[in-house]
């Protein structure tokens, strides 16, 4: 996507359109492979890449329609994203400011929850208290997917999750 945006900055107004038809491809190309008969792991493991494929594209077409002309788009900076490390070649997270290495925790190949928009701003919360040193409690009613996306944020970074009910 970082290309995509640099080839918009030299010029080329269709960068971001191209990259969202290789997604689209790209998301066509998985579906076909969910079809095929594939291991109970690799299966789930394709599902997930599936879930986050097409938050990622539908994320590649809001940034088109909004004409974002940069990687400093808000809506861009506020996704959760990976890079590697030139320096220590380790796995680099970022989304808005805050930026940590990969945790490496192995957590188990569990399912994927669907992105929402409601997602990311929890995302978006968690890390920029876990940037200030502090925790999070997510609080609402019950059902909605708390816990879950705390979990799946602790997945997603390699970093364990306590979960601490109050009575």
């Not at 010029?11 to 095929?36: H, P, R, V, W």
């Amino acid at each position: 996507m970082n290309i995509a945006f640099e080839q918009l900055e030299e010029g080329n107004e269709n960068s971001l359109k191209e990259y969202n038809k290789k997604q689209q491809d790209q998301l066509a190309k998985c579906a076909e492979l969910i079809l095929t008969d594939l291991t109970p792991n690799n299966r789930l493991l394709t599902i997930s890449v599936v879930t986050v494929d097409v938050h990622s594209r539908d994320v590649v077409a809001a940034l088109i329609e909004t004409k974002a002309e940069n990687a400093q788009n808000f809506m861009w900076q506020s996704q959760l994203k990976f890079s590697m490390d030139q320096k220590t070649q380790r796995l680099q997270m970022n989304i808005c400011d805050y930026q940590n290495y990969y945790g490496n925790e192995y957590i188990g190949n569990a399912g994927c929850l669907v992105i929402t928009p409601l997602t990311d701003r929890c995302y978006i919360t968690l890390t920029q208290a876990m940037r200030l040193i502090l925790g999070g409690a997510p609080a609402g009613p019950a059902g909605t997917g708390k816990t879950e996306t705390v979990k799946d944020l602790g997945r997603a970074s390699g970093i364990i999750v306590l979960r601490f009910q109050l009575l």
